[in-house]
């Protein structure tokens, strides 16, 4: 992801909660959890069983994307892993944000939870450098229109 490129989160392990099922439509996601054609309990078992393998502990620190991941986090992960940023998902380009908006979001963000959090999470402390900066100067300030490009 862009927004990482020179920050001190670059490289970060990114997962899934549900995996090896394909539905890139969230609310479509949502309507099959809601009829039970997806076992999430199962799921939740597997990420746990994976960030259990990982080391993962209540400081470790998780970049949640989208409010369906958000939602799904809160009810079944959040006490075990207190420590989450709520991000908008990067679908949201197109409706509403920019490149360069979305970028900036996310930075605002986690530069916030990297202030609030200091003592009590084991992530990087996060701060948009000079480099991250000029990067993004570089980035078109694309917008919906520019997608199909």
């Keep these: 992801m862009y927004a990482f490129n020179q920050s001190p989160y670059r ?16 609310a479509r996601l949502r309507q099959q959890l809601l009829r039970g054609h997806v076992d999430l309990p199962a799921h939740v078992a597997t990420f746990r069983e994976e960030m259990k393998d990982l080391g993962a502990n209540i400081h470790t620190l998780f970049i949640l994307f989208g409010r369906e991941v958000i939602a799904r ?70 917008g919906p229109q520019s997608r199909s490009r």
């Design 73 to 142: 986090f809160n009810r079944y992960l959040a006490e075990t892993y207190p420590n989450r940023i709520s991000c908008p998902h990067y679908s949201m380009y197109g409706r509403g944000y920019t490149d360069v908006q979305w970028i900036e979001k996310i930075w605002s963000l986690l530069e916030s939870n990297s202030r609030a959090m200091a003592t009590g999470c084991d992530a990087p402390k996060f701060l948009v450098g000079d480099e991250m900066t000029a990067s993004l100067a570089r980035l078109p300030n694309r």
């Design 11 to 26: 490289g970060a392990y990114m997962t899934d909660l549900i995996k090896a099922y394909v539905e890139p439509n969230s």
